[in-house]
């Protein structure tokens, strides 16, 4: 994963450890002073919130003790690669995207951000500026030219 991937788990972490964690202990102990709780929805909700916030946590553990940081910035060369971002070109459309290859976990195709497993950057990866790549989309077939790799 790249070092702002890493850095946005471990303030969800904290997030979760410091301020979650806590309100959802303060809502069961409320809930709790409501008297019956078999039909406490209240209870049985902050009890759900505080599964999926524990679950969340150890997910998020998990990923920091496995994650490889792989900084871009101090990546080169002319083929793509983790942590390039690249300059595309739609063949048939001429439209053009510009997409960052990151890790699973930090992919947002609104920012730019897309999946090194996802179709587009298997495509990509090991290419060149002026390769075209026809990429099997879930919508049908695509080609692409390169227009430009970066490492930022």
């Known amino acids: 994963m790249t070092a702002s991937g ?3 788990i471990e303030a969800e972490l904290k997030n979760l450890k410091s301020v979650e964690r806590h309100a959802v202990i303060r809502a069961i102990s409320e809930a709790r002073e409501h008297g019956d709780l078999s039909e406490n929805a209240e209870y049985h909700a902050a009890k ?3 599964s999926f916030i524990e679950g969340r946590l150890i997910e998020l553990e998990d990923m920091i003790g ?3 940081v ?4 101090s990546l080169d060369g002319k083929q793509i690669k983790f942590g390039a ?3 595309l070109v739609d063949e048939d459309t001429d439209e053009k995207f510009k997409y960052q ?4 976990h930090e992919a947002d195709v609104k920012e730019g951000r897309i999946s090194i497993s996802s179709p587009i950057a298997r495509a990509l990866i090991s290419k060149e500026v002026g390769d075209s790549v026809e990429v099997n989309t879930p919508g049908g077939g695509r080609s692409y030219e390169i227009l430009k790799v970066k490492f930022v």
Request: glycine share 4%; hydrophobic share 25%; net charge negative.
């Open 85 to 87: 971002t690249v300059d």
């Open 70 to 73: 792989i900084d871009p910035k």
């Open 66 to 68: 496995r994650a490889e």
């Open 48 to 50: 759900e919130r505080q």
């Open 6 to 8: 890493y850095e946005s």
């Open 101 to 104: 290859i990151v890790g699973d």
